[in-house]
């Protein structure tokens, strides 16, 4: 009882320090060189740079790749010679509310892609990270002529791997949410940060307790309140979108299963011809590896990273650096990128 009580009382001092401090993210958004609806394509330059086009999930903001000063993936890479360019989903406005997947892989995404091509006057390489890395499997299948390279970061594909009874049970859900679905026409971000504490309950008060023994001017402390306010800053699920998810692939593991179709056609990863860089995190609790690692066997002449970090820390934590970001970069240059000189003026179509 008092273990408990004294645990207790570490959880809450946690918040409260957590909600009192000072930091706040200063960085600016790189210039737009394409919008549709809510959506940007994001430049992190250099214009002669390798382009690498990176995709977020659908349900946290994007600038997860971007957090901060000293924490940002994409500002790293674009100073080892890359250009990141950065699909930001954005807001879910009353279009993007009617969105199916279909509408977000075949059409949105794609023509981001379209445009990515446009302007670095190559094919970028594909890099999905979670959602976004699923979403990129149908892409890359889809368009292999837009895409240079595929590159998975901790993307979900066998979704009852290793506990299909929890991925049953989430599944389960959906008829409960059923009426906010049908009211909003989205699946509203508190509901959605309840789904993924529920992954792992323990976890979240456990972070808290570590974070009351933190000086609080600590780079530890300025960075786990980064991955605090981003985690706390999530975006709406469209309606469509939360149903395929949770009942298509939690409950029918349709990935896995070949059976999840995207404009009509099967998803299938052994169609993918282009090289692919898959990155496994060992500690991840968000996309166990188990799950996200099938996908490296399944595309022919995969290289397999498996960092010894969780799904957020592979790409903006204290070890980031040394866990993902110069493997990627590595990799990457084994593709032999030469720049061709051409650069695209920016366009914004609403």
């Known amino acids: 009882m008092t273990e408990t009580l004294r645990q207790d009382a570490a959880l809450i001092e946690g918040?409260?320090?957590?909600?009192?401090?000072?930091?706040q993210r200063t960085l600016i958004d790189p210039p737009a060189i394409w919008a549709e609806g809510g959506s940007r394509l994001l430049d992190y330059g250099p214009p002669e740079g390798q382009p690498v086009l990176f995709v977020p999930s659908l349900v946290n903001r994007a600038y997860v790749l971007d957090l901060a000063e000293g924490s940002s993936m994409l500002r790293w890479l674009a100073g080892q010679g890359m250009r990141p360019l950065l699909l930001d989903w954005g807001w879910p406005g009353e279009t993007e509310r009617r969105?199916?997947?279909?509408?977000?892989?075949?059409?949105?995404?794609e023509r981001a892609m379209t445009e990515a091509v446009r302007v670095a006057g190559a094919p970028p390489v594909l890099a999905g990270y979670c959602m976004g890395?699923?979403?990129?499997?149908?892409?890359?299948?889809?368009?292999?002529?837009?895409?240079?390279?595929l590159v998975l970061l901790a993307a979900p594909w066998d979704f009852h791997a290793p506990d299909p009874e929890r991925a049953i049970q989430a599944a389960q859900t959906l008829?409960?949410?059923e009426p906010t679905l049908a009211f909003s026409r989205a699946l509203p971000v508190d509901l959605l940060q309840s789904l993924f504490a529920l992954l792992d309950p323990w976890g979240v008060a456990e972070k808290y307790r570590?974070?009351?023994?933190?000086?609080?001017?600590?780079?530890?402390?300025?960075l786990f309140v980064a991955l605090e306010d981003w985690l706390n800053d999530g975006i709406p699920l469209a309606a469509e979108v939360a149903r395929a998810c949770l009942g298509e692939w939690y409950g029918e593991n349709a990935p896995a299963r070949g059976t999840w179709r995207i404009a009509g056609l099967p998803v299938d990863p052994t169609a993918i011809v282009h090289p692919t860089f898959v990155a496994v995190p060992s500690g991840d609790r968000i996309v166990p590896p188990e799950s996200a690692r099938p996908l490296a066997g399944l595309i022919q002449g995969a290289v397999l990273h498996q960092p010894a970090a969780g799904h957020i820390g592979m790409a903006a934590g204290g070890r980031a650096e040394r866990s993902?970001?110069?493997?990627l970069r590595d990799w990457l240059r084994t593709l032999g990128f030469k720049a061709s000189g051409v650069r695209g003026k920016r366009n914004m179509s609403i």
Do not use: C, K, N
């Open 175 to 177: 008829p409960l949410l």
């Open 99 to 109: 969105f199916s997947l279909t509408d977000y892989v075949a059409g949105r995404m």
């Open 133 to 149: 890395g699923t979403l990129a499997v149908a892409a890359a299948q889809r368009r292999p002529d837009l895409i240079s390279g």
């Open 15 to 23: 918040i409260a320090a957590y909600r009192r401090h000072g930091y």
């Open 210 to 222: 570590r974070f009351t023994r933190l000086p609080p001017d600590s780079a530890r402390a300025r």
């Open 324 to 327: 993902l970001w110069r493997p």
